[in-house]
């Protein structure tokens, strides 16, 4: 499968800061990276998909002027959580879409995540 | 229509004996379905995943059953251990879109 990197793994910063996250693809090119949010013990929610040159899209109910993503390579995503508060405390993740050899769809493989706390 | 209903919440297995992990989904546009494993501070791990077109899928311990007709698959865990206890997550997705979760089941084996 695919190898997939997140820095830092952990942060915590103040609240009213900004926080990057970064996501990188290390051994396929990544033209479309998933950002999800998992709160503890639920599930993981799609917060949105990034797109190497172009925009991301963002899911409903998500906030775009505060989660910014960048994708100006086809190695590396970035999530920005501006002004973050207590309630953007979460176990960030990033996916990679990858078509190996064994399946004829995409299959995804995740990253290790970030967790950020927010005081 | 786009969710994916997991059950149980959590599960409590003897060691060597059977997990079983049960999914269902209404939306008949899904065609991928796979599990996925995640230990705690974590992030999720590709166990083993399916396609419509077959009803049953083995790969080392970890089985998926799925039954089409119902809108079901399951993950069935044989010899269960100690190392697997985890949360699982079955997913789908209708092609090469993002996937859609269930909530997840907490796994514990015990010796």
């Known amino acids: 499968g695919a190898v997939v990197s997140q820095h830092p793994s952990r942060v915590i910063c103040k609240s009213g800061t900004s926080v990057k996250i970064e996501c990188r693809s290390l051994?396929?090119?990544?033209?479309?990276m998933f950002w999800y949010r998992q709160f503890p013990k639920k599930s993981l929610m799609l917060m949105a998909t990034?797109?190497?040159?172009?925009?991301?899209?963002?899911e409903q109910g998500v906030e775009k002027d505060k989660f910014l993503i960048n994708h100006a390579s086809l190695t590396l995503s970035t999530l920005t959580v501006t002004s973050a508060h207590p309630e953007d405390s979460s176990f960030y993740i990033c996916?990679?879409?990858?078509?190996?050899?064994?399946?004829?769809?995409?299959?995804?493989?995740f990253g290790p995540g970030t967790r950020l706390t927010v005081l | 229509q786009q969710q994916v209903k997991q059950s149980p919440q959590s599960l409590i297995v003897q060691k060597g004996g059977i997990s079983i992990i049960n999914c269902a989904y209404e939306?008949?546009?899904?065609?991928?379905f796979p599990w996925y494993q995640q230990f705690p501070g974590k992030g999720p791990a590709l166990l083993i995943a399916?396609?419509?077109?077959?009803s049953e899928k083995k790969e080392g311990r970890f089985t998926i059953s799925f039954n089409k007709s119902a809108k079901q698959f399951s993950l069935h865990i044989m010899d269960s251990q100690p190392g697997d206890s985890a949360t699982y997550f079955c997913?789908?997705?209708?092609?090469?879109?993002?996937?859609?979760f269930g909530k997840g089941t907490r796994l514990s084996v015990i010796a």
């Open positions: 996916s990679l879409p990858v078509r190996t050899s064994r399946e004829l769809y995409n299959e995804q493989f």
């Open positions: 051994d396929f090119q990544a033209t479309t």
């Open positions: 990034s797109n190497e040159g172009s925009k991301a899209t963002y």
């Open positions: 939306n008949t546009a899904f065609d991928y």
């Open positions: 399916i396609r419509p077109d077959v």
């Open positions: 997913a789908a997705s209708p092609g090469n879109t993002p996937l859609v």
